[in-house]
């Protein structure tokens, strides 16, 4: 569910990132006030918890394998203020440590996978919980809560990806970023996550509960006290529910289409079918017929060339003397 | 049963294993004495199948262990089962939620029917003295009852190797003799019996062979326990007295 | 007292089952723990780039490569790009390829149905784009030892209590992942048949980790109780900035202009 630069426009980027500024303040300030000092090496581990939980592959029926994000589960083993700022951390390390990229989008990360799904989660977990007693209750509640969450959290990407089309083209009306509108990112982001990713989610995340309950049951955080009334499930089914209205509201925000862009491909020139589009997007001074900019003349663009070549040179010579070490290396050794 | 030739192994860029030659037969009980960073638990590991040598060549039971070896999955299960491996760390051994589970994950992996399971797993708790202990976590147990659940885990599945990792680190006087004991039984009903140790003072009238490695990860010195360990100047001379 | 069946030896056939799960669970905790000890360790001799300013530089050639619409600055930044490049170690340079053209061809994959209905365009900058900024985000890690790159964040403006933590999670990583690589071996070792509960097994280990945790940061608390920490967690002044550094800054203050004047 990790969510690559360049998908999403960087202004869009922006917003989440502000959006997950004033969360990840009062998440702060809660965990400081509920652990004090031991909160360090708590957020720590919590975040080092959260990296290794999607690191393990978790077989689906039918032999292959998934990774689960684990936002639900330390949000009910540590709570949901920390669960968000241990996922937050732990994307971090990922994008900046282990070169994953999402530097651009880790604001829109953080708000899918450690707001939306951990909060989500617990939400749904603790409200079935309190009405369902007994092992029976707790079990659906914690299956409820991860499969629903990470749905949900899915849903979050799926309208961040399918608004780039309006939100972000050029002059032509052409898609800068993620191409695909609503009716296609929903869809593609909701069917593979209801039908595996959120069973896998839920499955991991259960058993794990279970396995914690069974051998130490002190370990998971005390819910605090205090019914949830049946008014917020509601609200928060309605906001859940509210962008799939966006795909019955209309054309301006849902059916924007693939008709819709052949007809407003090629500087307003409707085609009249799309092997021309085709055609006229593969002809290379179409694409680069900005190279010589006005006001700068070409040899600049020679100059960029030449020293891109340069460099090409210098990488493949390094990487052929890599080659070659390593095929000494095994001549002279074994390698099993 | 167990050879190896010229076997060498290095672990990012670190020397492990130089020049390993070891030839092990059925039901000898050999110990692995070395200094700390020798390479005795790295061999383990290589005997076991968790890490393949760099250079040279591993066979078990006339089969050679390679890496095509282990991807056929009909071999790779009947190697786990025929050679045991008990960790040094009994912590990481262990990942199910009772001691009972722990042991009887290895008979219902065999396919073994549910009464030959719970006899089986009543017999390892019963040898290892466990018994009591068949409901409770193993997460909670102190380091020796750990070790015995470790042991039991690994002895349900029959293996006809058994390879241990400094077993007796960690225990208190009466666990070591405990073990010790039953190491000895075990070596009179036909196992064949590996231990890395540093401590060899335990071991003495247990194994009948030893296997010497040198700080600079070679074998120094193969032959009977006994003379080994008699022998003042050479136990001196290699940080192993 | 022996039970007579561990007198005998058994001739065992084992039922086939797949292990696909265990052994790329493996194989991912390999990977991240190998590059953890690559990349902790004080091996570099070579003084480099300071790291605040290899953390600006990559922000702000990502952050201008995803904004660029001219193909023209694009391709700067794809210089740029390959100019760092070739003045790094062979290995280096082989990895973040390979991260490159992974990303590049997986991009590719998932776009190219836009490019039936006329986005062609579209699917070609977005690829090159994601090109050049994983390079670029791959480049960083793979050039900058890690506790430089936590440091280096520390240095603007941030609460030393983000850089302990961060330090720490990394730390606990390697610890936590080293025993759930141990746990994921000892799960192997014993799949010796058919395994009916393999989630289960799995969740086991994730399980133990977790209380693992638990010990492992009560023991940090303990250690830090005992050493008196008050909070500040920073020591020594942060080095003055080279040549090297200055050039570097200069060069992403030109690519800004550049964009101002270009790029949009």
Redesign the interface.
Known sequence: MHI????L??ATCAVMGAVMVPVWTVAVRKVTKEVE??R??????G???S???M?????VPG???AHAVGGTLLAI?LGPWSACISVS??L??Q??????????AFGANCFNMAFVLPFLGYFIYRFISQRVKGQAGEYVAVVAGSHVGINIAALAAAIEFGLQPVLAH?AAG????C??PLSVSIPAMLIPHLAVAGVVEA??TA??V???RR??PG?IREAPSGKIRWIYAVIVVMICLSPLGLLAAGTAWGEWG??E??SV??SGKA?GY?PA??Q???KLN???Q??S?KG?PDI??YI??A??G???L??LF??F??IGKSGRDRARGGTA | MITLSNVSYAY?GNAALCGIDIDIPRGSSVAFIGPNGSGKSTLLKLL?G?VLPDAGRYSFDGELVTRDALRN??F???F???I??L?Q?S???????SVKEEVA??P????LDEREVAD?TN?CLE?LDIARLAQRSP?HLSEGEKRKVAFA???A??P?VLALDEPLNGLDPRTKCFLRELVV??RD??KTILCATHDFHYVEGVFSDAVVFSADHRIVRTGGLEEIVADRGFLEANNLL | ???A??????A???????????D??VR??LG?L??I???TGYTRERRGLDARVKLVS??VL??F???A????FV??C??VL??S??L????V??EV?K?CFA?GAF?AVI?LP?????????????TV??LI??GV??????TTE?RA?TRG?GSFRVPD?FV??????????AI??A??L??L????????????S?????????????????V???A??AA??CRC?SGTYRGGQPQALGVADAFVLSADAALIVVFAL?GA
């Open positions: 690559p630069d360049n998908y426009s960087p000092r031991a360090v090496p708590l957020l720590g581990i975040a080092a918890l990296f290794l939980v690191m393990f592959n978790v077989p032999g292959t394998t083993v951390i732990a971090l390390v994008a900046l440590l282990f070169g994953d990229g999402g530097i651009l050029n052409l898609p800068l970023y191409p695909y499955g991991f058993a794990i279970a396995f914690i051998v130490s370990m693939p008709e862009i052949a491909a090629n085609l799309v589009g085709m006229n997007g593969l179409a694409l680069l900005d190279y900019v700068l600049v663009g960029i060339s020293v891109a340069a460099a090409i210098v990488i390094r990487i003397s890599l | 990012e076991n968790i999955q009909a790779v299960r009947r786990h089962k025929r045991g491996f960790f760390n912590e990481a051994q262990l990942f199910c939620p994950f290895g219902r992996q065999m396919g089986r017999d040898l997460w885990s690994v002895l599945l029959n006809e039984s075990l009903a036909g | 007292m022996t039970p069946w561990l007198l005998r030896n058994e065992y056939t084992p039922p086939s089952d797949s292990d696909a799960f265990l790329r669970s991912s905790f991240v190998s590059l000890r690559s990349r990559t922000f990502i952050l490569t995803s904004l619409q001219r193909p023209l391709g700067l794809g210089t390959l100019v490049l070739s790094c170690a062979a290995e340079i082989v390829l991260a990303a991009t776009l836009s490019a039936f209905w006329g986005n062609t365009a579209g699917v070609l900058v977005v784009k994601v900024c994983v985000a791959r480049l960083l890690p793979a890690w790159v964040l209590i302990l933590v961060l330090d720490l999670t990394l730390r606990y990583i936590l992942g025993l759930s141990d746990m071996y000892a799960l192997r070792l014993r799949s010796v048949g058919r395994n009916h393999k989630t289960r097994s799995l969740s086991g280990i994730a399980g133990t980790l977790f209380l693992k945790s638990r492992v940061a009560e940090t608390y830090m109780e920490f270009i």
